[in-house]
């Protein structure tokens, strides 16, 4: 879905121009290797492998696990595509998401990075939603015993510590990890494990990565997008030693925690409470005054603070209303659930890690990147400049309302970001 996110109109004739040069790699491969035959004879195939010249990315083994793709391939097709990837780098994948927990997931041999790389999906169907909402804290104290990390008195996001058991009990079923890195018969002893995810797949990285980590000493894991409400404090801040986050400028999921939303939900309501105007006449103001302008600035903070004047009590100073006093009720029935539903759900969540932060600093100029942010109202990405900024876990403990709350999450923006970050820093993204 995101390949043709990106290719609304050309992905198709992507696929198979790159399924046509795949099979013209392959063709003059085997073409290489009979000439090869010919002249050494019927010697020991794994002499002649070094000495034919067989170029990178053709796959020598047989098959490759690929689980849950449909009868065309096209999840392993974009898979290949999107990410560059060539067949033979692909050591499994599931594809499968049949169930609430079930997560695709794939593992990829990085051989110019020497990593063995973990990647998971976020989230991207109705299932997945629901695990996001699943926000009940739960405790962590048994598997931390069982996995041997510090985790009494500790809680996570329930949703994602079941995506995370099951993603753990389909390694352990499959053994493709300890086939590749482990033991004297492995096919890279010397590569180091990498677990990457995207929004839902950060969080269940994370805790993955905590269940994984004494068998695997090497593994890193890095976290794009996370879920704001994932980890108490101290695992939050202690996993900062293997764990690195990243977040684009206000994207409100690693914003999101049960206390973050009751929070703007309160601060809207008390909003409502203090309005002078209707809705209607507070909407024809700001439209003529910002957009028909009327030589005032809507940016300018006097206008802004007179505009607040005029269309807000203060705060001490709100009137008697049926509104106000809804409000009040409301207000004791929150607090008497919050009561009832004991400590456990009351307990603060944050993101995980050492947290980098792509904040806005700029806008590129240029018609195209104008003209995008007039069709979408401000929502587009295209053009901004971002400078990475080392943030605290605790930084995000408020939604951030912006026009790119949503976008600053889509992976594809998050992936050209970095990337062009990287650059500026002088680190070669190429593959």
């Known amino acids: 879905m995101l390949y043709y996110f990106d290719y609304p109109v050309s992905g198709t004739f992507r696929l198979i121009g790159r ?79 049949g169930g609430f927990y079930e997560t695709p997931y794939c593992i990829v041999i990085d051989r110019r990075w020497r990593s063995v790389v973990l990647s998971i999906r976020g989230s991207l169907t109705l299932e997945d939603c629901v695990v996001d909402v699943l926000l ?115 994207d409100i999921v690693p914003r999101l925690s049960v206390n973050n939303m009751e929070r703007l939900r309160d601060e809207v309501l008390h909003l409502i409470a203090r309005v002078k105007l209707s809705k209607y006449e507070i909407a024809r103001r700001i439209f003529w005054h910002g957009v028909c302008g009327d030589n005032v600035d809507i940016g300018d903070a006097d206008f802004s603070l007179q505009m607040t004047e005029d269309m807000l009590h203060a705060p001490d100073r709100v009137p008697d209303s049926d509104f106000s006093r809804q409000l009040r009720r409301f207000e004791s029935m929150q607090r008497e659930r919050r009561l009832s539903r004991g400590l456990a759900r009351s307990i603060a969540l944050y993101p995980p890690g050492r947290i980098t932060h792509l904040v806005k600093t700029g806008q590129l100029g240029g018609c195209r990147h104008v003209v995008a942010g007039f069709v979408t109202c401000g929502a587009s990405n295209a053009g901004s400049v971002y400078t990475p900024v080392r943030k605290e876990n605790d930084d995000f403990n408020e939604i951030e309302i912006s026009p790119t709350l949503w976008t600053d999450h889509f992976p594809n923006r998050v992936c050209y970001e970095m990337e062009r970050i990287a650059k500026s820093f002088g680190i070669d993204t190429t593959l």
């Not at 492998?49 to 690929?66: Q, V, Y």
């Not at 595509?81 to 060539?86: D, K, R, S, Y």
């Not at 809680?155 to 300890?178: P, T």
């Not at 797949?201 to 409400?229: D, E, H, K, Q, W």
């Open 136 to 250: 009940d804290p739960c405790p962590l104290d048994a598997l931390g015993e069982k996995y041997g990390f510090s985790g009494g008195g500790q809680y996570c996001h329930g949703g994602v510590l079941e995506c995370a058991q099951w993603l753990h009990e389909d390694l352990m079923r499959h053994k493709v990890l300890q086939k590749l890195l482990l033991g004297d018969n492995s096919e890279y002893p010397d590569y180091t494990l990498r677990v990457v995810g995207h929004s839902l797949g950060a969080g269940i990285g994370v805790i993955l990565s905590l269940m994984l980590r004494n068998t695997f000493s090497s593994l890193r894991c890095i976290c794009y997008s996370p879920p704001g409400g994932l980890l108490t404090w101290r695992l939050a801040t202690q996993c900062s030693e293997f764990v690195n986050s990243f977040v684009l400028n206000s």
């Open 19 to 97: 399924k046509l040069r795949s099979k013209i790699k392959c063709a003059d491969a085997t073409t290489r290797s009979g000439s090869s035959r010919a002249a050494y004879g019927n010697g020991d195939d794994a002499a002649l492998e070094g000495s034919r010249g067989i170029p990178d990315g053709i796959d020598h083994r047989e098959t490759t696990a690929i689980v849950g793709d449909n009868y065309l391939r096209l999840h392993e097709a974009t898979l290949l595509a999107h990410a560059g990837l060539e067949r033979a780098d692909v050591a499994y994948a599931s594809f499968e998401a």
